[in-house]
């Protein structure tokens, strides 16, 4: 697959993430910040009312829910095992866990990156949970080879308000992602390329379109992909965030930290 961005600052696909990457060239990418869809959470609160949103039968491509990422340690390694490939030597990656995952799963990724933290995002607003209300969520930041980040008086605690009635199931918002972006986007770095294997909703898309990077991506669920080009096509025109309307001010607002 050859990335080229001529014609137009972004590219989606419809794809699950392993094949996607597997297509890519080798030290092709700048970034790669990514929410996988993680079975073992949704799995673990089967039983009960316990759900991390949504109902778990409407799950899968004709369900309002997404088809999730197995979190076998079979495909984490091989998910694990692509992004080191595709990445540029001396660059980042952030993944995004919930406490269950990054139990399961967060020690694979020593193995194949250099895991540099461990950053908390507190969501300002609580949630669920079955004994102790959750309101934080957590991305590890690896790299591969050295990098510095841009501002290394950054802390690792990152409060920004989660999405509520949010139109797409487990939106993050675009800020969590235009500060992943602008930690690891080096003011020399050109035509930045920007990569979110589990795409959703676009809000990593939105994130490296306004700082002014290239964008490629992929998601399993054909509605995601749908709902994903709307909204950046909207934004490249107007810019004007239509499934977060106070993202441009909100932005704005990071820039000056």
């Known amino acids: 697959m050859l990335l080229n961005f001529k014609k137009s600052p ?39 009312r316990g759900r991390i949103v949504g109902k778990y ?16 340690e079979e ?40 895991v540099k933290n461990i950053i908390v995002w507190d969501k300002a607003i609580i949630g669920m949970g079955h004994y102790f209300r959750r309101q934080s969520e957590f991305i590890l930041f690896s790299s591969k080879g050295k990098k510095n980040i841009s501002n290394r008086s950054t802390n690792d605690v990152w409060k920004i308000k989660r999405l509520t009635r949010a139109t797409y199931p487990t939106q993050k918002p675009t800020e969590l992602f235009y500060k992943m972006i602008n930690s690891s986007k080096l003011p020399n770095e050109k035509n930045f390329i920007v990569c ?3 795409v959703g909703s676009g809000s990593a898309a939105i994130a490296a379109l306004e700082k002014n990077c290239n964008f490629i991506g992929c998601d399993v669920s054909s509605k995601a992909i749908s709902i994903s080009k709307k909204r950046i096509n909207h934004y490249i025109k107007k810019k004007i965030d239509i499934l977060q309307k106070n993202q441009l001010n909100d932005l704005r607002q990071l820039k000056l930290l």
Do not use: Q
Not at 57 to 72: A, M, R
Not at 77 to 94: G, T
């Open 10 to 48: 972004y590219k989606l696909f419809k794809d699950n993430a392993i094949d996607f990457l597997k297509k890519l060239p080798s030290n092709s990418l700048d970034l790669i910040i990514t929410d996988p869809a993680y079975s073992g959470m949704n799995n673990h609160l089967k039983l009960g």
């Open 57 to 72: 039968s409407d799950k899968g491509e004709k369900g309002k829910w997404f088809k999730e990422f197995e979190d076998t």
């Open 75 to 114: 495909n984490y390694r091989s998910f694990l095992s692509e992004c080191k490939r595709v990445l540029k030597n001396n660059s980042h990656i952030y993944i995004m866990f919930d406490s269950y995952s990054l139990l399961s799963l967060g020690a694979l990724v020593k193995e194949y990156l250099d």
């Open 196 to 198: 979110d294997p589990f």
